[in-house]
């Protein structure tokens, strides 16, 4: 078992930065891939970005490149969404998720694809 648990929301004006952390317990992520997905009310939960095992490789969706950067420092089992120029529509619930299953393709976007999930942070952007 994973279980993983988000930090650093909060309410913060358009323009500004946030550092979303997600820490695991119970088992080593490590060896992990790990996302991040987002969903605002009434939305669909979506992928906002994708970071490899070792962090050699990462995937962003369209809407928040160059914006937000994913990192992980798999010493502390953490891994890290540094958002900056943050908008009202990156108003959403942050969850961060882990893939436990071995894959040599792209890194998934997909949430079905993902196994264990935190429970989520809020990140507020106001006008």
């Known amino acids: 078992q994973v279980q993983l648990v988000e930090s650093g929301g909060g309410l913060v004006q358009a323009g500004d930065s946030l550092r979303l952390s997600c820490t695991a317990s119970?088992?080593?992520?490590?060896?992990?891939?790990m996302g991040w997905f987002r969903q605002a009310p009434g939305k669909e939960r979506e992928f906002v970005a994708a970071?490899?095992?070792?962090?050699?490789?990462?995937s962003y969706a369209d809407s928040v490149k160059g914006r937000f950067t994913i990192s992980r420092d798999n010493a502390r089992n953490t891994v890290y969404l540094q958002l900056n120029s943050l908008r009202p529509e990156d108003t959403a619930v942050y969850y961060c998720a882990t893939d436990t299953n071995p894959r040599s393709g792209t890194l998934p976007t997909r949430a079905d694809f993902y196994d264990y999930w935190g429970q989520g942070t809020t990140v507020t952007v106001s006008s």
């Open positions: 119970g088992r080593t992520v490590q060896r992990y891939t």
């Open positions: 970071i490899s095992r070792t962090g050699t490789i990462t």
